[in-house]
């Protein structure tokens, strides 16, 4: 799969108009995806393994979105075949009382995945250049100076924050990837109304996900903005289709795959001094009487 058309190269104006919500490339069907997807979870599951025992990087994966997007099936099913114990996953929902009295990217760098893991972010510090921005109330409502929020220049700012803080990860080993899952209007529709017709979805849907929609412009524009803002080399954002849920799945993992790849991930080359350990160990071992 050619991931680069899905990535938002650094310094090109994005138009989200230019990036079709039902694309699925040469796959016409899910069961050819379902295979690639399976080949992809295994190779990650080997590259994980490689990266914690290396002990040197940690990949931390961004996922933002529409309500209805997905992301929970693709964190779901993208890393179901990857050792628990080498991944974290944390959802960011509407700030604590504790986290309200730090800056907005306070509560992220505290849940970074240590070197050598894998953390996926579901949803995550963006919220505060895109709700925090559509609903202007919220900024308001934040305990900041009174000059910070009378700033006509603070989502540019944020911008700057963010690109510094993501350069600043990758300078200390940590590189990020960051996914929106294009949906369309229409897809979201449906799948909020199979939400309200099927019993075992219900539990799925708010009023609150609906009274959301009718933002969808606004929406789109901050999310145009913060993405051509802060996608660079060090933490790229990619445009992922995301109305064939078969195919963002597959898409997401191609691309996990092919980041952990670009590492040259290798196991750790064992000193002369713990190779004859080794020796000495197997000599105890297999003098051990049954």
């Not at 890393?79 to 114990?85: C, F, I, K």
């Not at 308001?140 to 700012?157: C, F, R, T, V």
């Not at 795959?257 to 590492?263: D, H, M, P, Q, S």
């Amino acid at each position: 799969m050619d991931i680069e058309r899905f990535l938002v190269k650094e310094g090109k104006k994005l138009d989200l108009r230019d990036h079709p919500t039902d694309h699925s490339g040469d796959y016409s069907d899910k069961d050819a995806a379902a295979k690639d997807l399976t080949a992809n979870i295994e190779r990650m599951s080997e590259l994980q393994d490689i990266l914690y025992a290396q002990d040197v990087y940690s990949l931390l994966v961004v996922f933002q979105a529409m309500d209805a997007a997905g992301k929970d099936g693709v964190i779901k099913h993208v890393m179901s075949g990857v050792n628990p114990q080498g991944v974290s996953v944390v959802s960011f929902k509407v700030p604590s009382a504790e986290e309200m009295d730090h800056d907005y990217l306070w509560r992220c760098q505290r849940s970074l995945p240590e070197r050598g893991r894998i953390g996926i972010f579901n949803r995550s510090h963006y919220e505060e250049v895109l709700v925090v921005r559509v609903h202007k109330g919220i900024l308001q409502a934040q305990q900041l100076p009174s000059e910070i929020k009378a700033d006509n220049d603070i989502w540019e700012k944020r911008f700057k924050h963010i690109r510094d803080w993501e350069s600043h990860l990758y300078e200390n080993g940590t590189r990020v990837i960051k996914f929106f899952l294009n949906v369309s209007r229409n897809e979201q529709k449906k799948r909020f109304l199979e939400r309200i017709s099927e019993p075992e979805k219900n539990w799925k849907f708010s009023m609150g996900d609906v009274k959301e929609r009718t933002y969808w412009t606004d929406y789109m524009k901050a999310y145009a903005e913060a993405i051509e803002s802060t996608s660079t080399k060090e933490a790229p954002w990619y445009i992922i289709p995301a109305d064939k849920k078969w195919f963002t799945r597959l898409a997401v993992s191609e691309v996990i795959v092919k980041t952990l790849e670009a590492l040259d991930l290798k196991y750790p080359v064992l000193s002369e001094e713990r190779k004859a350990e080794l020796v000495q160990a197997r000599t105890l071992l297999e003098a051990e009487s049954e």
